[in-house]
């Protein structure tokens, strides 16, 4: 039996040195570059540096967007996944397709779309005004670059509940509803806990990229607003800083890494209590 | 036990490849060119490939800094920079840089002297760089929704045209114009006047519709915004696709800057690099990549190459007074930079 397991794990190799050469090795160039200063002694002041103001001003505005993104992803995905769940098969299908279509495409290329749509003399005013209604400019707001993270990552929220809610057994439900649950219990009681995992993994997915989405926060924030992305960015590319850059990358790393356990614990727990 | 020696042979393998796979490979033949974004016509590559046998690597970049950042890092040994003004002061303080061997050249004479006196601003022997284009930053704006004739930084911050300003998302355009508009130099290390451009800028920025690079003259083209902070360059594409535009270097002054080309300490092959930089000054592919950028040359075979119209324009072929309160940009105090820096993050945070 161990034998057979390791000529089986042998099979992972391609991914194992695709993994180490370019996971491993970043990360521990990165968190070389975070603990030295850039006269290369030891110093934890790159990493601390999250709390000056500027920087966590920009990591508050970052979790505000990622908290409305990821929410907004949710109350749109969850509905839509329990009415195509229940679509026969050709169908669900076609709407899956449907929602994975944008994702071939250049993820620059939709944003460039986005500013042309959102923009003052763009194809939404050009809708507003023609119907006669004042126009409105949301262009280089907040909003502008949540649409635009909504727009990327909404199918990494619908994908995981899908594949947890039409994996759920469905004679666990005929058994609920024979026991006499109402439609509201049956989705309280079986449904939604069951597709928690799922959620998770969406919530995961969603919530950790957009942080740092800060080509979108450049293209449809107009360069006014600052997300923990840009900052990191500036630090490597135009100051030239890659000590605070790195540093402020682990800071954001230890960030996402705790607020994962604490899903993953959820998850698991979550779990257990369903069955 | 197996397992974890595979995993640690695995390492190793990877650490050797990544290590040597930095290696120089048959320099003989090949060059490793860096530039800006849509600086060069593809075209005038193929040529130089065709007529010498020698390969081209080429590799672009959007700014100056990002430019310094990736060539400092030593991953890809570049052959030739093509780079701005106090990125070369810099580099030639560093030393980067390769003398040119200028007897190797034919059509070095092409390039006119007022554009040698020029660079010796940041090269003052002329010995590490060779002209490619300049220019000079003003404001496009569109006539029909401006009252008059703009010739001041003054509208960009008197809050006039609120919501309506594209600026350069850049720390140095930023800073330069505003230094000029302040009545300082844009070279200045000062302090106080650092700080006093910083505040102007920051209260300006409530009126800034957005700071953009590549996209500034595409929203005035587009009538999103009435006026942008741009190069000379753009301005002119901005008049070819909307006739309404005119391009301005206000009476302030403003940066006056040029891209040159230089070769590396890295170079190994520093005659093929000689070839490729000959070429550039060749009458015909001047031409060609004057042609495909629209900045102004200064090879001076172009202007006489030209139809009428386009050797009157103003924004290609500024006169001498057009730039006469311009200055050229040879900041490289680090401190100062990095007093910039962190003057443009706290900037842009609020």
């Keep these: 039996m161990d034998k057979v397991l390791g000529k089986r794990s042998a099979l992972a190799g391609p991914y194992v040195i695709w993994a180490v050469g370019f996971t491993v090795i970043p990360l521990v160039v990165i968190i070389k570059y975070a603990v030295f200063d850039r006269s290369g002694a030891f110093t934890l002041a790159n990493i601390l540096s999250i709390f000056a103001p500027v920087h966590l001003k920009a990591l508050i505005f970052s979790l505000e967007i990622a908290l409305g993104c990821t929410l907004v992803c949710i109350l749109l995905a969850y509905p839509l996944v329990l009415a195509i769940s229940r679509l026969k098969f050709a169908r669900s299908g076609m709407m899956l397709v449907i929602l994975i279509l944008p994702m071939w495409m250049n993820f620059i290329l939709k944003l460039l779309a986005w500013q042309m749509i959102l923009s003052s003399n763009g194809v939404l005013n050009l809708i507003i005004r023609s119907l006669g209604f004042a126009e409105f400019d949301i262009s280089n707001t907040p909003l502008s670059i949540m649409i635009g993270v909504i727009y990327e990552y909404f199918p990494y929220m619908v994908l995981p509940i899908y594949d947890a809610v039409t994996a759920i057994d469905e004679d666990v439900i005929e058994a609920a509803r024979d026991l006499g649950a109402k439609k509201a219990t049956v989705f309280w009681r079986i449904v939604f806990p069951l597709s928690l995992p799922g959620l998770m993994s969406g919530i995961t997915m969603v919530f950790v990229p957009s942080m740092t989405s800060f080509v979108t926060a450049d293209i449809l924030g107009g360069g006014k607003l600052q997300l923990v992305g840009n900052i990191i960015e500036q630090e490597f590319i135009h100051s030239m800083n890659w000590n605070l850059g790195a540093g402020l990358s682990v800071a954001l790393m230890i960030f996402v890494l705790i607020s994962m356990t604490f899903t993953i614990n959820k998850d698991e727990r979550e779990e257990e209590e369903a069955w | ?350």
């Design chain 2, 1 to 350: 036990m197996k397992q974890r020696k595979m995993t640690a042979l695995i390492l190793v393998a990877v650490l050797v490849i990544s290590l040597t796979g930095c290696a120089k490979e048959d320099s003989a033949n090949t060059l490793t060119v860096f530039n800006y974004g849509e600086y060069l016509d593809p075209d005038m590559i193929k040529l130089f490939t065709k007529e010498t046998g020698i390969k081209i690597k080429y590799e672009e970049a959007a700014t100056p800094e990002e430019m310094y950042t990736k060539f400092k890092s030593g991953a890809i040994g570049y052959d030739l920079l093509c780079t701005s003004d106090y990125m070369l002061k810099r580099l030639i303080n560093e030393n980067e840089l390769r003398e040119i061997d200028y007897s190797l050249f034919q059509y070095k004479d092409n390039i006119g002297k007022k554009y040698w006196d020029f660079s010796k601003a940041f090269d003052p022997e002329n010995k590490y760089t060779l002209p490619y284009f300049w220019g000079t930053v003003g404001i496009l704006y569109d006539t029909t929704k401006v009252a008059g004739k703009i010739d001041s930084w003054d509208v960009l911050f008197n809050g006039e045209y609120s919501g309506q300003i594209v600026m350069q998302n850049s720390v140095r355009d930023a800073f330069m114009i505003t230094e000029k508009y302040l009545g300082y130099s844009l070279n200045t290390t000062d302090r106080d006047e650092i700080q006093k451009a910083y505040e102007t800028l920051l209260k300006q920025k409530p009126d800034v519709q957005a700071y953009l690079v590549d996209e500034a003259r595409d929203e005035v083209v587009a009538g999103n915004a009435t006026m942008a902070v741009v190069y000379s360059g753009e301005a002119y594409l901005g008049h070819k696709y909307n006739s309404d535009l005119e391009y301005v270097v206000p009476k302030e002054g403003s940066n006056v800057w040029l891209d040159s080309w230089c070769i590396t300490k890295n170079c190994q092959n520093t005659e093929a690099a000689c070839k490729f930089l000959d070429f550039l000054c060749r009458d015909d592919v001047a031409l060609k990549n004057f042609e495909y950028i629209f900045y102004s040359t200064p090879n001076e075979t172009v202007k006489e190459n030209l139809p009428e119209e386009d050797r009157n324009d103003k924004s290609m072929f500024p006169d001498d007074s057009a730039t006469e309160n311009c200055e050229v940009c040879t900041l490289t105090d680090p401190e100062t930079n990095e007093l910039l820096n962190k003057l443009w993050k706290d900037l842009k945070a609020n």
